[in-house]
């Protein structure tokens, strides 16, 4: 795999495997991301694909250890970073991984005028919506968000919300937590308290997840036999 002539001007060169949302390898995702130093005269001093090849049958093989870091974290992913120098004759391995870390939040208010009276019109008119609390669940995720049709009243039934309790559910999501339709797993619910005459309490109470991300090195350094 290696030639011994040759020497790049630089002597180290990098290949990523990646880990995929699940805490596997990705076996389609793998090879050159970072720098892949050659001669001038591009001289060919490594058969690079035998080498990537070499580097995920490595970390494949060792997958107890290699993946610890990914499995200390829910829905994390990432980057194995191998870095083979040349003048030490030596591999090494470095991550990055990536995950979400989730923050609670919580907000209420409290409605009064045409805009709570609409609802309480609406309420009192419909024979489905028993009870002085609606609970309605939303959830966030890619380029889109849905507060749902299925909810619960105070006792814990479930009931179908209409179409215009959910349009106002989208309204003061997006008025008190913009961008939470694309946020990656946002979650929670929204809560109506219709038990004061003349106006509504709202409650939203909401989960929204941030990326991170830790590095670090495994403890490898394995001597190649030129």
Known sequence: MLAKSFKP?????????????SGHLDNDWYGPAVNIFRSPH??????YESY?????????????HFMDPFDSYDESWGVITSVFNYDNNTLNFEYTVSYYESDNHYSDEVLTGDK????I?????????QGNIIRMSFDGGGDEGYVH????NETGDQIIIPTEFTDFG???LEREFGGWEINEGSNGYITLDFSKPNEVKYSIDINLNGEESITGEYD???KLDL
């Open 220 to 222: 490898f350094d394995i």
């Open 52 to 64: 990537y090849n070499m580097i995920y049958e490595f970390i494949y093989n060792r997958q107890d």
């Open 42 to 47: 591009n001289n060919k001093d490594i058969d």
């Open 121 to 129: 019109n609406f309420k009192n008119n419909s024979e489905h919506l």
């Open 149 to 152: 049709e299925n909810g619960e």
């Open 170 to 172: 989208y309204r003061i």
């Open 116 to 119: 709570a009276q609409k609802l």
């Open 9 to 21: 001007s630089e002597p180290k060169v990098y290949t990523n495997v990646h880990v995929d949302q």
